[in-house]
């Protein structure tokens, strides 16, 4: 592409000769932005009356324009230290897992405490965990953290657990194996209140110039007391507001209404836990588990009247509630108590209010019905169903194959008219804006699958309605000018099944096209990000 490389906000740029993803012109070749805005969008000819009028041009050269990605579900200081430091998830068995922890002790003879993340047992040949034992002989006695795959378990050193007083009598303790509950919550704030403001800085922007590097334009940080601390999350939004990078809107995960607000979050949600996570036992159910203890059915920690209480709370602040909320039980309780708020509030002002649940894994007709009653977004991981899902994997381990067919309905809940926002969730799930829209249309369930445009939708424009914006995530005049450029293949209208969407794929439909995204396919490349007409990557070929 032939024009400077960082362009300023405020300059008028005219791109061409390319491909634009824009409704307003299915066949869209060029685009102007103007003062950090989309001022028009239109094909090659037309273009011609701007080109003396702008202050740069750049030659698309083919490229395909799009509105950036927004992840709605991040923890951006974690996943900055995973992409830094010790990272587990390419671990295929415990002596794999082991021989990194040896490594990365000794590269970091210096570290107060080690951290590391990513492990997952439910993958491993003999599908167990790390114990004590052999972590304090891989680190040679020193503090380590390594928290699992979803972040609701931790194996641990001993080390670590003497820097914790009373942690043998919090829930969750366990003397050998991964600790959950508040036993996980106590050693994860020991652990990460060892990070200096530095290296959390340097951990923060390595994850939003790694977001920014895949056309992510933005993304939702999902913060919380018994996830990160006050200092990380107001720390993170001072960063983001001074240096050049994609957008962070901040969650606090607090039922103290007020103390989310004065940090800055738009809402007091995100991960305030009505239960744990599917992988670590501790997703709440109406049933028991299939490979558990008989009678285990998870962990609540939060029921309906407590639900009722913040939604209440929010709504009459004027901030968003939301809500972790992965098994069946305690996606009951959230709907059930958004019900109950409804009755005290009034459903108009819950509607507009745009309460949110992440993850909503478990669902079932009548809470997916409630979702689109109360007009709750469904803030969704497809990355789960890609990593989890299928007939051998960890869902079926957990719950058997007719539960774990019934995960992640994303079709049933567009049918509905449920808004959805997609995520990542990283460092559960990496970064790969491409490859969540491709898990959502690919899903490993056939019925679940939505089509790429729909996919597509979910993961830019979706976030931004996620937060109260109906006027961005997409490039029409007057949007903000969050974009990326990517170099791929031809351009296809594509939905994987003949029953999802099939009036979309029809050429007289005028639907723009979108990247190929069959499995095998090779995903788009980024060439450069823009955020608000601020350039804030360029690909190194550029």
Known sequence: MSTPLTPSAARTTLLRGGDVHSPADPFATAMVVERGHVAWVGSEGAADAFADGVDEVVDLEGALVTPAFTDAHVHTTSTGLTLTGLDLSGARTRDDALTLVRAHAAARPTDRILLGHGWDAARWPDGQALTRAELDEATAGRPLYLSRIDVHSAAVTTALLDLVPGIERQPGFSPDGPLTREAHHA?????????????????????????????????????????????????LLRLAAEETGPRVVGYWADRDVERARELGALGAAGDLFVDGALGSHTACLHEPYADAAPGHTGTAYLDADAVAAHVVA?????????????????????????????????????????????????????????????????????????????????YVDRLGAERARALNPFAALLRAGVPLAFGSDSPVTPLDPWGTVRAAAFHRTPEHRVSVRAAFTAHTRGGWRAVGRDDAGILVPGAPADYAIWRTEELVV?????????????????????????????????LRTVVGGETVYVGPDE
């Open 187 to 235: 050693v994860r704030a020991a652990a990460f209140a060892a990070v200096t403001p530095q290296q959390r800085a340097e951990a923060q922007r390595a994850a939003l110039r790694h977001a920014a590097s895949l056309g992510i334009g933005s993304v939702h940080e999902c913060g919380g007391p018994e996830i990160s601390s006050e200092d990380d999350f107001t720390g």
């Open 314 to 394: 929010c709504t009459e602040a004027g901030l968003q509630a939301g809500f972790h909320a992965i098994g069946d039980a305690a996606v009951t309780a959230v709907t059930d108590g958004v019900r109950a708020a409804v009755e005290k509030v009034g459903l108009a002002r819950v509607r507009a209010a745009r309460h949110r649940v992440e993850h909503a894994e478990m669902l079932s007709p009548e809470t997916i019905a409630s979702f689109a009653e109360f007009a709750l977004t469904a803030s969704v991981q497809p990355a789960f169903d890609a990593l989890w899902g299928g007939e051998d994997g960890m």
């Open 494 to 526: 594509q939905a994987p099944d003949d029953r999802v969407a099939r009036w979309s794929t029809d050429p007289r439909s005028g639907t723009p096209g979108l990247p190929d995204l069959t499995p095998g396919a090779q995903l788009p490349l980024c």
